[in-house]
């Protein structure tokens, strides 16, 4: 089955600057590929996706990569604010029917003053 | 439209006892959803519905268990509740296949 790899884990950033977050996985017939911000006590909110056929997709400060070939894609924050602190969850989903999505751990993003 | 929603918000049971979630999902979506995430790790995997029928299910014991109406909401039903059943449960809907994924604000179940 699918596995999904997240690094780092804890990530510390000045504010303004940009943070890089890191997924892997296992399954080559992974074709959609979310990211979801976790806020403390706040549900998981949606993002930004990216489907296989895409390589780079990217929204005002966020952005994501995708390289299929190395089985990996990974989240980019521009210009980091206070407000982008949160826990941050790729996720993979397989292409066959019966697999759901597959998280990685998170990564606990802190934008510091 | 409405989003995810789950209840209750809050749950407080003994152990040993029976707890049941509910989850209704957006309007149109087909598939549900459930995770279970202890406090400050991450999502992990519990069931997974599709137009009725359990689809999937995480590395979980059997009692955890649930189902999907006719009209695509969910219960998750959690049997002999043990003190590290304590943790938000995360319902998300989709429309199936490989589409968005959006999540309810959860039940925090406390296990006492």
């Known amino acids: 089955g699918e596995n999904v790899e997240q690094h780092p884990s804890t990530l510390s950033v000045q504010e303004g600057d940009s943070a890089v977050i890191k997924c892997t996985y296992s399954d080559s017939a992974s074709n959609y590929f979310p990211w979801y911000k976790q806020e403390l006590g706040k549900r998981p909110q949606l993002i930004i996706d990216i489907r296989s056929n895409v390589g780079e997709k990217k929204d005002q400060r966020i952005a994501v990569t995708l390289n299929k070939t190395a089985k990996h894609f990974s989240l980019h924050i521009t210009e980091t604010q206070p407000e982008d602190s949160a826990v941050y969850f790729c996720a993979a989903s397989p292409r066959a029917y019966g697999q759901n999505f597959v998280f990685g751990p998170g990564t606990r993003l802190s934008v510091l003053p | ?112």
């Open chain 2, 1 to 112: 439209e409405a989003g995810v929603t789950q209840s209750p918000t809050h749950l407080i049971k003994t152990r040993g006892q029976q707890a049941t979630l509910r989850c209704s999902p957006i309007s149109g979506h087909t598939s549900v959803y459930w995770y279970q995430q202890a406090l400050g790790l991450g999502l992990q995997f519990l069931l997974w519905y599709d137009e009725g029928e359990e689809r999937n299910r995480g590395n979980f014991p059997p009692r955890f268990s649930g189902r999907q109406f006719p009209n695509y909401s969910s219960e998750l039903n959690v049997n002999a509740l043990e003190l590290e059943d304590s943790a938000l449960y995360l319902c998300a809907s989709s429309r199936g296949g490989n589409t968005e994924a959006f999540f309810g604000q959860g039940t925090r179940l406390t296990v006492v």
